[in-house]
């Protein structure tokens, strides 16, 4: 069984770090994209970027560029999303989901999603 | 400001058929890039319903399909169901995003 299982919710205080993770299981990682997409409360989906686990090869939506980082490490079949100097409007549900073929496919397996509150 | 640009609600009896427009422009659809379609229940992770336009992943009824033409795709839901209530998006690859683009989402009420 395909499954993505992300890391456990998170609260945050303003500045600091952020770094969530997405395991995929029930197939071979480095297969297919992984995308991260982020929803903010009461809002609709946002694409943020993609990574091939294979090569690293990563591309980001320009809303993001520079904001975040992804990542993955195949040996561990991890994708990782990270923020740094967190503000209060990162607060959202971020979600992992793999890609059906290329990078411009749709996604068939989601994560659970992880809820990131980010207050002081 | 979405580049796909989706009716923020639709309504219907249950029993009934409804569509779900997504308008886009020489940038993504009408570029022939391909539309997916996405149901979120209130409170889960977004599912896949439609992909490449017209698909179904297995365990998706028939009672959902995807059409493309032009610039515009849309989603119908026959058959209406009160299980069907959620929010509905479509998804398409923007070349001047240079990445993917999502609509702004449908609510979907039964009546």
């Known amino acids: 069984e395909v499954q993505l299982v992300q890391s456990g919710a998170e609260v945050k205080k303003p500045g600091e770090s952020l770094k969530i993770s997405c395991k995929g299981s029930?197939?071979?990682?480095?297969?297919?994209?992984i995308a991260w997409v982020r929803q903010m409360p009461g809002k609709g989906l946002e694409w943020m970027g993609i990574?091939?686990?294979?090569?690293?090869?990563?591309k980001y939506s320009p809303s993001f560029q520079g904001q975040v980082t992804i990542s993955a490490d195949k040996s561990m079949s991890t994708a990782y999303l990270q923020r740094s100097s967190l503000k209060a409007s990162d607060t959202a549900m971020y979600y992992c989901?793999?890609?059906?073929?290329?990078?411009?496919?749709?996604?068939?397996?989601w994560g659970q999603g992880t809820l990131v509150t980010v207050s002081s | 400001q979405s580049v796909l640009t989706q009716p923020p609600s639709v309504s219907g009896a249950p029993g009934q058929r409804v569509t779900i427009s997504c308008t886009g422009s020489?940038?993504?659809?009408?570029?022939?890039?391909?539309v997916h379609w996405y149901q979120q229940l209130p409170g889960t992770a977004p599912k896949l319903l439609i992909y490449?336009?017209?698909n179904r992943p297995s365990g998706v009824p028939d009672r959902f399909s995807g059409s493309k033409s032009g610039t515009s795709a849309s989603l119908a839901i026959t058959g209406l169901q009160a299980e069907d209530e959620a929010d509905y998006y479509c998804?398409?690859?923007?070349?001047?995003?240079?990445?993917?683009?999502f609509g702004g989402g449908t609510k979907l009420t039964v009546l």
């Open positions: 989901a793999r890609l059906v073929g290329t990078s411009t496919s749709g996604s068939d397996y």
């Open positions: 029930g197939y071979s990682f480095t297969d297919h994209w």
């Open positions: 990574i091939h686990p294979r090569d690293s090869d990563t």
């Open positions: 020489s940038s993504n659809i009408g570029a022939g890039y391909d």
């Open positions: 490449g336009n017209r």
């Open positions: 998804q398409s690859y923007d070349i001047s995003l240079s990445g993917v683009g």
